[in-house]
């Protein structure tokens, strides 16, 4: 099969992207192993899109202090300078997505209800209750379902890139158990995150690091590896004296209590019921990111649990999309809801430049799965929405430009694929046993010591997975070697890089426990 342009993934980046290409005239094809909105990162999304106000340096300056000073000036620039445009013209005026307006009427011409969340010095996000995410996606998947320059084709797996030269020339894929090279005039990389490399993130599970772990194998620049953020508050039934056994198999589901929550004023308070980001932080909850998750972790082995306290706020009138979630966990929000650090975003991942462009010909990389330099050490809550959507829009232009009737046939050798199928169960315990190593060792804070544990036993586990790679074709199979890549690339990043924002190397286990 040929195409101008391959998108490889369906969450906000790939369909702005596939969205761009097709204006700008070009046949575009998107292939993705979603087979239900809810399988891509971006509906999971909670907060909502930043936007810049009237004040645009003030963006660019959360933007850095958040990053720890690391963000490339230049990307932020971009971000900021074209958030306004690209969210009106795709997210407004293209998709006529409702956003929450401020007061009781939703009418035309009302103003904006924006929220405000950590590290933002000002209100700038637009958001759909708590779940803004799925308010976009969907209705974005729908449009360029409906698209005649765009074909999706769901449920389908890339696994690897083809090349010839040093040249990109588009990928082999995998459906409903048949082998089939797409031949691109460009490829976009568009998969998301790594969150399958950890036992406990917010993450679909289908975030298996597929599009940087391809572009490594190709011989793509990755950097920032080390930054992997994690998200203070999410809901943890492991500290809930509700939940009888945490570890069982019905235990509750975690979720993401977003950090709009913590910006309408709720607080975190210890296992012995005191408020302790006000002696951490001049921001007390309001923090970046990385010095919140890191309280939280010290004070939930310090006393036991942390909760966030919603009673100064009425939590089930502004957030009743998370107030259900906490029902059907049976989670009383009046006693405080249990919380605890899970990994959340990757900010390092396939380098790209202004437009996308990888250190290989022809391929690009947008959102999570790609390094901008927007984020440096650590992401401000609400912008990889926004990153999305510009470098996405950017990516799409390029693409398209360079991919209208460049598709190439190139010789390409079929996967081997001749012995039997390995059951369910074998993948399924390997994701455990990197999970648990990834949580214990590479999490919100990590010792030389422990990231030379990580490397030894991930790097026995992707020997076991390419073994059966060679002579199996399986999806689970190429997650399984694309999550032991990733998770690699972090872990020696890590052991590498001094600290910096949400990577954080101690010399030893005991300074873990020691103030900042």
């Known amino acids: 099969m040929k195409t101008d342009v391959l998108v490889v993934g369906s969450g906000i980046a790939g369909c702005a992207a596939a969205l761009t290409a097709a204006r700008e005239g070009a046949d575009v094809l998107v292939v993705t192993k979603a087979s239900e909105p809810e399988d ?34 230049d990307a932020v620039d971009v971000l900021v300078s074209e958030a306004a445009d690209v969210v009106d013209d795709i997210l407004v005026d293209t998709l006529e997505v409702d956003f929450d307006r401020a007061g009781t009427s939703s009418s035309e011409g009302d103003d904006f209800a924006l929220a405000r969340e950590a590290g933002h010095s000002e209100r ?15 209705p974005f998947l729908a449009y360029l379902s409906d ?17 010839e030269e040093g040249v990109v020339r588009g990928a082999v894929t995998l459906r409903d158990g048949e082998v089939e090279p797409v031949f691109a005039g460009t490829t976009i990389l568009a998969t998301g995150g790594i969150g399958a490399c950890y036992a406990t993130s917010t993450n679909p599970p289908g975030a298996t690091g597929d599009g940087i772990a391809m572009a490594a194998l190709a011989g793509a620049d990755v950097s920032d590896m080390q930054y992997v953020q994690f998200h203070p508050t999410a809901y943890d039934p492991r500290s809930d004296p509700n939940v009888a056994d945490a ?8 979720f993401l209590v977003s950090e709009a929550v913590r910006g309408e004023g709720a607080v975190l308070r210890n296992g012995e019921g005191e408020r302790f980001m006000p002696a951490v932080h001049e921001d007390a909850e309001l923090a970046p990111r990385d010095v919140v998750a890191r309280a939280v972790a010290r004070e939930r082995d310090a006393t036991g649990r942390v909760v966030l306290d919603v009673s100064p706020l009425d939590f089930r009138d502004e957030f009743p999309d998370l107030a259900e979630l906490c029902d059907d966990r049976g989670v009383d929000p009046d006693e405080g809801i249990p919380v605890a650090p899970s990994e959340h975003f990757l900010c390092g991942g396939v380098d790209v430049d202004d437009r996308g462009r990888t250190t290989l010909d022809r391929l690009f990389a947008v959102g999570e799965c790609a390094r901008t330099g927007v984020h440096g050490a650590n992401r401000l809550a609400s912008t990889s929405l926004l990153e999305g959507l510009v470098w996405g829009t950017r990516a799409g232009e390029t693409a398209a430009e360079q991919g209208r009737n460049a598709a190439q046939e190139i010789e390409y050798v079929a996967p081997d694929d001749r012995d039997p199928a390995l059951p369910k169960a074998f993948t399924e315990k390997k994701f ?6 990834m949580d214990q060792y590479v999490g919100v804070e990590r010792t030389p010591d422990g990231l030379r544990s990580a490397r030894a036993r991930i790097r026995r586990l992707k020997g076991e997975a390419d073994a059966y790679a060679r002579t199996r074709v399986s999806r689970s199979l190429f997650e399984l070697r694309n999550a032991c890549i990733c998770s690699l690339l972090v872990a020696r990043a890590a052991a590498e890089s ?3 924002g949400c990577h954080r190397l ?9 103030d900042d």
Do not use: C, K, M, Y
């Open 432 to 437: 455990d046993r990197l999970g648990e190593t």
């Open 147 to 163: 698209h005649e320059g765009v074909t999706i084709r769901d449920d389908t797996a890339a696994l690897s890139l083809l090349t």
């Open 40 to 73: 891509a990162n971006t509906d999971w999304a909670q907060g909502g899109i930043a936007v810049t106000q009237s004040d645009p340096e003030s963006f660019a300056a959360d933007v850095r202090r958040a990053s720890d000073d690391t963000a490339d000036p």
């Open 506 to 514: 101690t010399q030893s286990e005991e300074a873990i426990h020691a």
């Open 247 to 254: 570890d069982a198999d019905d235990a509750p589901e975690p």
């Open 124 to 138: 700038r996000i637009l958001h759909v209750d708590a779940s803004t995410g799925e308010h976009i996606l969907r």
């Open 498 to 500: 001094p600290s910096a």
